[in-house]
């Protein structure tokens, strides 16, 4: 039976694709809208504009404070307890401590207390990091759609709603609306429409294997320490902290393909193959040479210097 948790069947997904010499996210993106009725004002796009992830690059405040709402967290039943109990001697990092829901319930909230909390002012530091906040203005909600927890038609229209009463700008509500029936819904597509060759993919031929500071060592680079303390604590890091620290460093490194793939399932709260093994074997490491992204993910230190502020306290230049 097809999974009922997207907006966009596998089917669906290559009928969009056949033919196309071109398969850019964007494009799927605005059809999406199109087709579903999101952001839309009739047939012109909210705002003026399809796209507003310029208005979304704004690197982190210069006083290092944190600036967002705290998440919310669920004190821990007997279950949770039970579950952590039998988990404990197969995991790494801390402890739960209730940030992530366990149930329908605890879901719902976290998505009502993003949207009036966080989403208005989600968009201007989306790609910021900073050692003053872990979760800066991001969601929290991936894992909760990934198992079911949340719809994304529900989360999709609660952030619409709150655009359209006035609580929301445009820039926030369309750059997090973008990542739900654009980007999470493009990932899903590709992934059945490629699927295994993803696994086997290592076009740049890179066979180190994961470097100690990915399983607990020290490292005195500041921007792995502090992302990987981050992910130590909470299982979570957001996506310029996986795609421009850690999968940069793995990608310079030349770290095998698949030893990053099974290293990214088993830290991350959120991490499913579907979305996880594109996104590493595709975006992250270039490993399938160019059949996701037009181009590798990598860069200097200068991108970092400049969307955090880790750099100014480190050991290396």
Not at 272 to 293: D, I, K, Q, S, Y
Request: proline share 7%; net charge negative; glycine share 8%.
């Amino acid at each position: 039976l097809p999974n009922d948790q997207f907006l966009c069947r596998p089917d669906e997904f290559a009928a969009w694709a056949a033919g196309r010499r071109g398969r850019k996210m964007e494009d799927f993106y605005r059809w999406q809208r199109r087709r579903l009725d999101v952001l839309m004002d009739g047939d012109q796009p909210a705002g003026g504009r399809w796209n507003f992830d310029a208005d979304n690059r704004e690197p982190p405040p210069k006083d290092g404070r944190n600036h967002w709402p705290e998440p919310l967290r669920t004190p821990l039943d007997d279950l949770d307890r039970q579950v952590i109990a039998q988990l404990r001697p197969h995991t790494w990092g801390v402890e739960p401590d209730g940030t992530w829901a366990t149930d329908r319930a605890g879901a719902l909230a976290r998505l009502d207390h993003f949207v009036t909390n966080v989403l208005p002012g989600f968009g201007p530091h989306e790609d910021a990091m900073t050692t003053g906040s872990w979760h800066v203005g991001h969601s929290l909600l991936a894992q909760y759609l990934n198992i079911g927890l949340l719809h994304p038609s529900e989360v999709v229209e609660a952030a619409e709603h709150a655009y359209r009463d006035g609580r929301v700008p445009i820039a926030s509500a369309e750059g997090f609306i973008r990542q739900v029936v654009g980007w999470r819904e493009y990932v899903w597509g590709l992934y059945w429409l490629r699927g295994a060759d993803y696994l086997q993919r290592n076009e740049l031929e890179a066979h180190r294997p994961l470097p100690p500071a990915f399983t607990g060592a020290p490292t005195k680079m500041r921007c792995l320490s502090t992302t990987l303390q981050t992910l130590h604590d909470h299982a979570w890091v957001h996506h310029i902290q996986r795609l421009m620290v850690t999968g940069n460093f793995a990608l310079l490194a030349g770290i095998r393909p698949q030893a990053v793939h099974e290293w990214y399932l088993a830290v991350y709260v959120d991490a499913v193959e579907w979305v996880e093994l594109p996104n590493t074997a595709g975006m992250a490491l270039f490993a399938n040479g160019g059949r996701f992204t037009s181009k590798p993910y990598i860069a200097s230190g200068a991108y970092i210097n400049r969307m955090s502020n880790y750099c100014g306290n480190c050991r290396y230049d």
